[in-house]
């Protein structure tokens, strides 16, 4: 097992900028994701990992050592893509052993008489099939070894396409997209499967998704990537409670994030008609976004004021969304068509009524804002502006 770093990658095909100085250092026995929309860069650089594409500048190390000139079966990296690419004709033990004869038998030894009485080739083939048999039962295969890919259900193709990249004992594996064609319940069940594989395994895994789902269920770190740049690379809590630009906080949560124009005024921001208590540098008139979470908002009684929620929304009730576990409120306020949502509990939701007013409140530390160019406005947080008072003071 091994790491892995990403310096300074560009690619370009023809006059498109498709990787863009591209960073990454990933841990040894790391699961990391690399999150983006699609035609962001994500294969690309998959691709120049591997050893299948080289970049136009820049260096991949591996485990320390630069592995630019090395073809990609001397890399020691296996790739799982996103269609599995089995062999139509062979067994699920066929696909299996596949990488292994190829790189453990000559081209004598491979042939089906002459090679049965070639020296050594006993040897390997017991090896070898030793080592699909551990796979095998390692993935619940053990049982499909006769069949064909034809018979196997999608979610078992997906896992002979694993076992084959797992069989030669890689140092990374490199997954792009591989659940994507796979049905969503098939999905849930084979991302908890890949995520207690990496733990089994301790290998190092970059996972190519532009599922933030995914992304954020099965990582130790995500890297956010957009325009063939990676934006952010953090803990899926860090980026989804602290993005560090818009794109990025809408892209990952589900229901999205709300977004809000606010513009400052003194040491608050007035949005949609109220006050928020948020001191933000620069001057009044100032154009900035608020977003908050689904989940931050509260739903203000009308008539109360508190102290804690001092940044309140307050609209109409357009539409109730009940989940079961979990209520979605959608609000339409004044002035902000895009509305907002809140999730809310369904005992909290039960007295909503569509048209009704309301009034959402969220607490100020939980006030993400972004500049005209959406890049992240951090506020001084609440316990550290009293401190600088008193030694003002
Ligand atoms: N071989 C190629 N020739 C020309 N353009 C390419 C080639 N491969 C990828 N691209 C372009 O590079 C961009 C990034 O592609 P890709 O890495 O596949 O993105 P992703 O995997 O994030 O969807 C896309 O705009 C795509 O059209
Ligand atoms: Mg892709």
């Known amino acids: 097992m091994a790491s892995l770093g990403v310096s300074d990658i560009c690619k370009s095909f023809g006059t498109t900028t498709v990787l863009d100085h591209v960073h990454l250092d ?44 090395l073809p990609p079966k001397r890399r020691d990296v296996a790739m799982v893509f996103q269609s ?45 099939t030793a080592a699909v048999a551990e796979v095998a039962s390692l993935l619940g295969l053990s049982g499909l070894l006769d ?13 002979v396409a694993l076992g084959r990249a797992m069989v030669r004992q890689p140092q990374v594996f490199l ?36 599922d933030q789902v995914e992304a954020m269920t ?66 009044d008139g100032r154009q900035l976004t608020v977003a908050i979470r689904p989940e931050w908002w509260t739903i203000r009684d009308t008539g109360l004021a508190g102290d804690d929620a001092r940044c309140v929304a307050s609209g109409q009730v357009r539409h109730l969304e009940l989940l079961g576990s979990q209520t979605l409120v959608h609000v339409s306020v004044d002035g902000h068509p895009q509305g907002l949502v809140a ?5 909290r939701a039960r007295g909503l009524r569509i048209g009704a007013a309301i009034a959402l409140a969220a607490p100020d530390r939980r006030v993400l804002v972004f500049d005209a160019a959406g890049v992240r406005v951090r506020l001084p947080a609440p316990s550290a502006r009293q401190p600088r008072a008193l030694a003002d003071g």
């Open 26 to 69: 990933i841990r040894d026995g790391e699961f990391l994701s690399l999150v983006g929309p699609s035609g962001c860069g994500k294969t690309t650089l998959l691709r120049i990992i591997a050893g299948l594409d080289h970049a136009d500048s820049g260096s991949v190390s591996i485990a320390g050592a630069p592995v630019d000139q």
């Open 84 to 128: 599995y690419a089995l062999y139509p004709y062979m067994t699920v033990g066929g696909n299996l052993s596949l990488p292994l004869v190829m790189r453990r038998l000559s081209r004598w030894q491979r042939m089906p008489l002459a090679g049965r009485f070639w020296p050594g080739s006993a040897r390997v083939r017991q090896a070898i």
């Open 147 to 159: 069949r064909r890919p034809a018979q196997l259900s999608g979610g078992q193709r997906q896992r």
């Open 175 to 210: 997954m792009d997209e591989p659940l994507s064609n796979l049905d969503a319940k098939l999905r849930a069940a084979t991302r908890t499967e890949i995520a207690e594989l990496h733990r089994r395994l301790q290998a190092t895994f970059v996972y190519v998704t532009h």
């Open 218 to 283: 099965m990582s130790d770190r995500v890297a956010m990537m957009m325009d063939g740049r990676i934006l952010q690379l953090a803990t899926p809590q860090e980026i989804y409670d602290d993005p560090c630009e818009l794109r990025v906080a809408e892209f990952i949560g589900t229901p999205r994030i709300n977004t809000l124009g606010a513009t400052r005024s003194g040491d608050a921001l007035l949005v949609g008609g109220q006050r928020w208590p948020l001191a933000v540098p620069g001057d």
């Open 343 to 347: 999730t809310v509990e369904p005992e």
